[in-house]
């Protein structure tokens, strides 16, 4: 007998939640691992033009760990679009006051451009602390071994 190849709906999508605790891990291995959970590639009815990911929680962004020289090295530019508007920050900067910004940016970067991809988008949330307001959603605790090393 064939099988019949299914494909989710976005109406039958019920996302679930997760907290993910970022502290001691690596910056890029955290963030594929989120973009993955985010995407709904972890799911058996994964489909990539449905947005049926699950909703993403990372607490403890300011103890995100970077390695080798990046810190100094990589920079986040910004452009207001107007002439002379370009702002350039490394990390280093960026981590000291808003370390939200750079782990969101990370996760970000590995979504898909586009209409899809910023409807994702709106399903991530970081924190810089320990605690977060989305206790009603009674989110799961996730951890991702691979990004300890």
Request: glycine share 18%; charged share 20%; no cysteine.
């Given at each position: 007998?064939?099988?019949?190849?299914?494909?989710t709906k976005a109406a039958d999508v019920k996302p679930r939640w997760h907290v993910v605790n970022a502290e001691g891990m690596i910056l890029g291995r955290l963030a594929t691992e989120v973009a993955t959970v985010l995407m709904g590639k972890h799911r058996p009815d994964y489909t990539p033009n449905v947005g049926n990911g699950d909703c993403v929680i990372v607490i403890n962004a300011d103890k995100v760990r970077v390695t080798g020289n990046k810190l100094a090295a990589k920079t986040i530019r910004q452009w207001s679009g107007y002439p002379g508007g370009l702002k350039v920050r490394t990390y280093e900067s960026l981590m000291a006051a808003k370390p939200e910004l750079v782990v969101g940016e990370a996760i970000t970067r590995m979504l898909p451009r586009?209409?899809?991809?910023r409807r994702i988008r709106r399903n991530l949330h970081v924190i810089k602390g320990a605690t977060h307001g989305h206790a009603a959603q009674q989110p799961a605790t996730l951890d991702f071994p691979n990004a300890r090393r």
């Open positions: 007998m064939p099988r019949q190849t299914t494909h586009g209409r899809l991809g």
